[in-house]
């Protein structure tokens, strides 16, 4: 047998590779007329078609006719499991409420927080099902899920284990972040900073003892928590060894950004009031800034993010759902790989590299996924499309023929 084949089980062949590789100098790293093969759920083979011989592999193969095969796609930032839902909160926005004001009088996040804690772990995988199907059938492969609607040991722990449930049940790779510090609960009104210390001494060491998350965020906001809040979490996330993001600059400018960038954070997210002194410190660190579309598009946000600046200091950019009952109900990537083009300007390029690349670098996954190379994740998707651009383009149709996940095919 061909050497090239000894090490593939299965090969997709004829292809047209969207690889996102930088390392491949052509738009959307394409590659044409290439094989592609995979081996215990890794990209074990790339070569043009002419440089190998299809007669002497055995195993599985695919003839997809010149279609595209891309990465699978990564939801960078999600809050999807959640109790109840909150469209009377929706309906007093369109009555003139703001968010903040709603959020301040009790609404918003601690709504959701009340009837989270009210119920099971399985009672929330069962709610939490339908959202991340959606997610999954529009070709997303790998997915963060948050806390942050418990707020209390127990009830932030439960949702993480409910994060590991769905992982358990479904075929997507699970990346879990720690958002204890999403809202100041009940419990704490006049004492934050107990609430931060409750976090530090208790939440953050017990869920990095049971191996529950990979990264620690938290929402800097006026309405939330404080720069000076921020920083202690992260002293203690880096501490515990776990990754750090944030919740920065989506509201005003309390420069959470840049004191996330001076603590390596894996991404920063939302950033419609980031400035060029936050850019620059992304770009020393590498950080990821995290685009988040749709909560602009569903709180009716006018304060667009600095696109252009973040693409002069090349930072990269990733896209994600934000999928949460209050700021963005709206399960779909593809959509916000619409709204990145139409609402932000980023073109479809970026915005499949936003969603692909960007986002595992947003999740510390950047050697593990997110491109078609040799040594990643063989998560790919084959599309029923002429030009990867179409990704972004259209919403709704979903032109998928073929969802692979770690090397299988697998419809939800
Ligand atoms: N910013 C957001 O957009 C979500 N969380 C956050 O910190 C909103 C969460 C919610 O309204 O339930
Ligand atoms: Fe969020």
Not at 9 to 32: C, F, H, R, S
Not at 159 to 173: M, N, S
Not at 353 to 373: D, F, H, P, Y
């Amino acid at each position: 047998m061909n050497s090239v084949f000894c090490t593939c089980e299965k090969i997709w062949i004829n292809a047209q590779l969207a690889t996102m590789d930088p390392q491949v100098a052509a738009p959307y790293g394409l590659l044409k007329d290439h094989i592609i093969g995979v081996k215990n759920g890794k990209i074990t083979v790339i070569s043009p078609m002419h440089k190998v011989d299809i007669n002497e592999f055995h195993g599985e193969i695919h003839d997809v006719q010149g279609n595209i095969l891309t990465p699978g796609l990564i939801d960078s930032h999600t809050h999807l499991i959640y109790g109840g839902q909150r469209s009377l909160e929706f309906t007093q926005r369109l009555n003139g409420s703001s968010y903040e004001e709603i959020s301040r009088t009790g609404g918003g996040i601690l709504a959701t927080v009340t009837a989270t804690r009210a119920l099971s772990e399985d009672e929330l995988v069962e709610q939490a099902q339908p959202r991340l199907e959606a997610l999954l059938n529009e070709g997303v492969t790998t997915v963060e899920i948050k806390s942050g609607y418990g707020l209390t040991l127990n009830d932030e722990l439960k949702i993480l284990r409910a994060a590991k449930k769905l992982a358990a049940d479904y075929p997507f790779h699970l990346r879990s972040t720690l958002l204890a510090a999403h809202t100041i609960p009940p419990e704490f009104r006049n004492s934050p900073d107990a609430y931060i210390e409750l976090i530090c001494q208790e939440i953050i060491p017990r869920v990095a003892d049971e191996g529950l998350a990979e990264a620690v965020d938290i929402f800097c906001e006026k309405i939330a928590f404080s720069a000076a809040q921020s920083e202690q979490l992260f002293i203690t996330a880096e501490k515990a060894g776990l990754g750090i993001k944030i919740h920065a600059e989506q509201l005003s400018n309390s420069h959470g950004a840049e004191l996330a960038a001076n603590y390596s954070a894996w991404s920063v997210d939302h950033l419609e009031y980031l400035d060029e002194a936050g850019i620059k410190a992304l770009k020393k660190s590498g950080t990821v800034a995290t685009l988040l579309p749709g909560a602009f598009y569903f709180l009716g946000e006018t304060k667009q993010p600095p696109v252009e600046l973040l693409r002069q200091y090349q930072v990269p950019m990733a896209l994600a759902s934000d999928l949460n009952p209050g700021s963005c109900p709206l399960a779909s990537l593809r959509l916000m790989m619409n709204m990145g083009c139409v609402l932000f300007g980023l073109t479809p390029e970026e915005a499949l590299q936003a969603t692909t690349r960007n986002g595992a670098a947003a999740l510390g996954l950047g050697e593990i996924t997110g491109t078609l190379s040799v040594g990643k994740a063989a998560d790919m998707l084959l599309w029923d499309i002429d030009d990867p651009a179409q990704l972004a383009y259209q919403f709704g149709a979903t032109p998928l023929l073929q969802r692979i996940f770690a090397g299988e095919i697998s419809h939800v």
